[in-house]
């Protein structure tokens, strides 16, 4: 069993920058591969970033390429997602989820997560 707590989430005006960590608890942290999606009022949810068990392998969205990175901590059963440069847009909650399948080769494809964690509000003002 893991369960997973989203933190760092807020306010921000276009243009700052805003880091959130997902922090999990139970054993063998590092056997899950870590994706964060999110979703805006009315919206789908939507794929940001995926991190694989030993974090040498990144999957990005188009939509956030080049202003959004994920890392991790195996150490500390954690995952951040740094979020640069941000839009309107991106005002949205987002989600951290675990899953013990292998990394996929295009994301999200059928990942359904394992385990999700409560969501953290992200708001960037105009």
């Known amino acids: 069993q893991v369960q997973l707590v989203e933190s760092g989430g807020g306010l921000v005006q276009t243009g700052g920058s805003l880091r959130l960590s997902c922090a999990a608890s139970?054993?063998?942290?590092?056997?899950?591969?870590i994706a964060w999606f999110r979703q805006a009022p009315g919206k789908e949810r939507e794929f940001v970033v995926a991190?694989?068990?030993?974090?040498?392998?990144?999957s990005v969205a188009d939509s956030v390429k080049g202003r959004f990175t994920v890392s991790r901590d195996n150490a500390k059963n954690a995952v951040y997602l740094q979020m640069n440069s941000l839009k309107p847009e991106d005002t949205a909650v987002y989600y951290c989820?675990?899953?013990?399948?292998?990394?996929?080769?295009?994301?999200?494809?059928?990942?359904?997560?394992?385990?999700w964690g409560q969501g953290t509000q992200v708001t960037v003002s105009s």
């Open positions: 139970g054993r063998a942290f590092g056997s899950y591969q």
């Open positions: 989820a675990a899953e013990s399948t292998g990394y996929r080769s295009t994301w999200p494809g059928d990942f359904t997560g394992d385990y």
């Open positions: 991190i694989s068990r030993s974090g040498a392998r990144t």
